[in-house]
């Protein structure tokens, strides 16, 4: 079968946790192939709610193998802490997870960084999660970070290890805060090492093999396509690339092995964080969309701030990503308005923009040109057909479609698997 990925085609948050939960039953291999655990994925199975930091979401399906790869910033004490709570769950997920050893680790001092350099990047508030993602991969691209390899061998870690805190103590100074203390921290790396090892292997090498002998494999995203460190809304972005187009470099194989590219959507827009939102709502549908979604971050719990789908934005997306089709999810959040609204162009001063600009600095003063269209107010959580939605429910779904230049494949009417609609089988 072809390698598929998933993706978000927004600012993440877009429900990719249920499609990529609902397509991975099919897999045989299950990838994340970057971000840490700044992201999360959210599945609800049979009512039981299940949150993804760092683990591949294919461990809640028996006899998947789930690769975390090397373009994945690894929090050890998070990934263990996964680990502890799945398998107490009865998944066995320690006999079903391989770890990339050229995976780079998050270290405490990740996180001191973090907090103390947020404010301070050119005067800009970035609103990070503070998990230590964007230092980490800074120390990767200094060439000081400490991979999965130097974990599991004590002394490469020591030798690491006590490079960097001297290193990041004589910055420290600037910021007038508390000395890192090496032997603490190196008895915790060493502890993670030591419980991690087992998993620690050439897992590029392994997902060749695996797609040289028609294995199924599954790339997850994590976050979305406007959150990417190069094609998104810079600075306000993650660190990584958070699109389709970081699976080769992230996980060690070829771009010509992804056959099949999903871009998942929600049937509105949300952000998280600071940054340009030109189609943000404030008020009592903002409310709605809110409450209705559960938009409060899986991670942090932060409440989304909510707008109408944006059209240039998500076509972008698709060119970009050259995404073959779309899984549209929160579709049953919408019911109940009397109408509903997409963001089909920008005005910027004097001109009128219809597709997306890629500067962030006109993206910041854009203001978002809204078309309505009738909305419906049953209940869909139902449905499980395409003709027993409303008719303006799928005239609006056809309108996003033909705009955006994708099809729709997966429609969600509700958070659980079987609240959804499939044009085929995923």
């Not at 975390?68 to 398998?87: H, K, M, R, S």
């Not at 270290?107 to 980490?136: C, F, S």
């Not at 509903?340 to 003063?365: F, N, S």
């Amino acid at each position: 079968m072809p390698a598929t990925s998933v993706i978000g085609a927004q600012w993440g948050d877009e429900g990719k946790g249920k499609i990529i939960d609902l397509i991975t039953d099919r897999a045989d291999v299950v990838v994340r192939y970057q971000g840490g655990a700044n992201a999360g994925h959210t599945v609800i199975v049979e009512g039981e709610k299940f949150v993804f930091h760092l683990l591949p979401s294919g461990v809640l399906h028996a006899g998947k193998l789930n690769v975390v790869a090397n373009g994945v910033v690894i929090d050890p004490g998070q990934l263990l802490e996964e680990l502890e709570q799945f398998d107490e769950g009865g998944y066995d997920v320690s006999s079903r997870l391989v770890v990339s050893g050229s995976a780079h680790c998050v270290m405490p001092y990740h996180k001191v960084i973090d907090a103390l350099r947020e404010g301070n990047k050119a005067g800009i508030k970035i609103g990070t999660t503070g998990r230590g993602i964007g230092p980490a991969y800074a120390d990767k691209a200094n060439r000081s970070g400490i991979r999965m390899w130097d974990l599991i061998d004590e002394d490469r870690l020591r030798a690491r290890l006590m490079a960097n805190i001297d290193e990041l103590n004589r910055r420290l100074v600037a910021y007038e805060a508390e000395p890192l203390q090496f032997e603490p921290m190196f008895e915790q790396g060493r502890e993670w090492g030591r419980r991690l090892k087992p998993l620690v292997q050439d897992t590029g090498r392994l997902l060749r093999r695996a797609l040289a002998d028609g294995q199924y494999v599954f790339f997850e995203g994590a976050q979305g396509v406007m959150l990417d460190i190069d094609h998104g809304t810079y600075p306000f972005v993650t660190s990584s690339n958070s699109n389709n187009l970081g699976i080769g470099p992230g996980a060690g194989v070829s771009p010509r092995s992804i056959e099949r590219q999903l871009g998942v959507i929600k049937a509105y827009c949300t952000r998280v964080g600071s940054g340009p939102f030109p189609s943000e709502l404030e008020g009592k549908v903002a409310d709605h969309l809110r409450e209705g979604g559960s938009e409060f971050g899986a991670t942090t719990g932060r409440p989304r701030r909510c707008g109408w789908f944006d059209v240039p934005m998500v076509a972008y997306a698709v060119e970009l990503c050259d995404l073959d089709g779309l899984a549209i999810t929160k579709l049953d959040v919408m019911s109940g308005l009397p109408e509903v609204g997409l963001v089909t162009g920008y005005q910027v001063g004097d001109e009128l923009l219809t597709e997306y600009p890629v500067d962030t600095a006109i993206v910041e003063r854009a203001e978002p040109r809204i078309e309505f269209f009738p909305g419906w107010s049953e209940d869909i959580s139902q449905v499980r057909s395409y003709d027993g939605l409303p008719a303006t429910c799928r005239a609006f779904v056809e309108e996003i479609c033909t705009r955006v230049g994708a099809p729709w494949e997966i429609l969600s009417v509700g958070p659980s698997r079987d609240s959804t609609i499939l044009r085929t089988t995923p």
